[in-house]
């Protein structure tokens, strides 16, 4: 069946370094996939997502490739900042099934000290 | 931007008594919600699909008249555990789409509802 596979956490980071959170996926239909990010207390907030084969997603310095040969989208931050400490889950949704149903990863916890 | 707000944030019930979780859009339409749930370190598993004016569509796994669902309205979906016992303890989320101009459908979740049974 569909599924979504990220690394585990937690990822412990000094601040100003170089983040990657690997993501794979297994999927029948034509996945969009997504990086979603839960800071302390809130709600998930979509974080960045790309909906075709080497599709690049960005936003706030992240970024994540969408690598349908390697079935991957590993979310990935050249600098990071304390206030990235936060819980990222990758997900994907089918969207030939015409739904907003989404599948996630675990999550994985990043913390980053100054 | 749009919010989607969940009530409460954490409850403390008995066993055997019924808990409600509400879910609410408070500046959109929401004519489907998803109820999803977490269990320590594992990825938020969707329970059920919440329509409104119909019923809930349930996973397979998920035992429906336990997690009773209701969206009586386009802004409120309701999960309610009934006869909760201590396995029922979890991280409860839910999320609800909104169809933004040129981007298609975009997907809002809630902060969440801890729940534990005692």
């Given at each position: 069946?569909?599924?979504?596979?990220?690394?585990?956490?937690?990822?412990?980071?000094?601040?100003?370094?170089?983040?990657?959170?690997?993501?794979?996926?297994?999927?029948?239909?034509?996945?969009?996939?997504?990086?979603?990010?839960?800071?302390?207390?809130?709600?998930?907030?979509?974080?960045?997502?790309?909906?075709?084969?080497?599709?690049?997603?960005?936003?706030?310095?992240?970024?994540?490739?969408?690598?349908?040969?390697?079935?991957?989208?590993?979310?990935?931050?050249?600098?990071?900042?304390?206030?990235?400490?936060?819980?990222?889950?990758?997900?994907?949704?089918?969207?030939?099934?015409?739904?907003?149903?989404l599948?996630?990863?675990?999550?994985?916890?990043?913390?980053?000290?100054? | 931007?749009?919010?989607?707000?969940?009530?409460?944030?954490?409850?403390?019930?008995?066993?055997?008594?019924?808990?409600?979780?509400?879910?609410?859009?408070?500046?959109?339409?929401?004519?489907?919600?998803?109820?999803?749930?977490?269990?320590?370190?594992?990825?938020?598993?969707?329970?059920?699909?919440?329509?409104?004016?119909?019923?809930?569509?349930?996973?397979?796994?998920?035992?429906k008249?336990k997690?009773?669902?209701?969206?009586?309205?386009?802004?409120?979906?309701?999960?309610?555990?009934?006869?909760?016992?201590?396995e029922?303890?979890?991280?409860?989320?839910?999320?609800a789409?909104?169809?933004?101009?040129?981007?298609?459908?975009?997907?809002?979740?809630?902060?969440?509802?801890?729940?534990?049974?005692?």
């Open positions: 069946g569909d599924s979504v596979t990220q690394m585990e956490g937690p990822v412990t980071l000094s601040e100003e370094a170089f983040l990657t959170i690997n993501c794979t996926y297994t999927a029948t239909g034509y996945p969009s996939l997504f990086w979603y990010v839960q800071y302390p207390g809130e709600g998930l907030q979509l974080l960045l997502k790309a909906t075709k084969a080497d599709d690049k997603g960005s936003n706030k310095g992240f970024e994540a490739t969408y690598r349908k040969e390697t079935t991957s989208f590993h979310l990935e931050k050249g600098s990071v900042q304390v206030s990235d400490s936060a819980v990222y889950f990758c997900a994907l949704r089918i969207d030939s099934y015409n739904t907003d149903k599948i996630f990863g675990t999550g994985t916890r990043l913390q980053v000290f100054p | 931007g749009a919010v989607v707000s969940q009530h409460p944030s954490w409850v403390i019930c008995k066993s055997g008594t019924s808990v409600k979780i509400e879910c609410r859009s408070l500046d959109f339409q929401a004519t489907t919600m998803f109820w999803y749930r977490q269990f320590p370190k594992q990825s938020l598993m969707l329970m059920a699909t919440s329509n409104e004016g119909s019923k809930a569509t349930y996973e397979q796994g998920v035992e008249d997690f009773l669902i209701n969206h009586a309205s386009l802004t409120l979906s309701t999960l309610t555990v009934t006869s909760a016992h201590p029922d303890s979890s991280f409860y989320i839910c999320s789409s909104t169809l933004d101009r040129g981007s298609g459908n975009t997907i809002y979740f809630g902060e969440g509802s801890w729940l534990t049974v005692v």
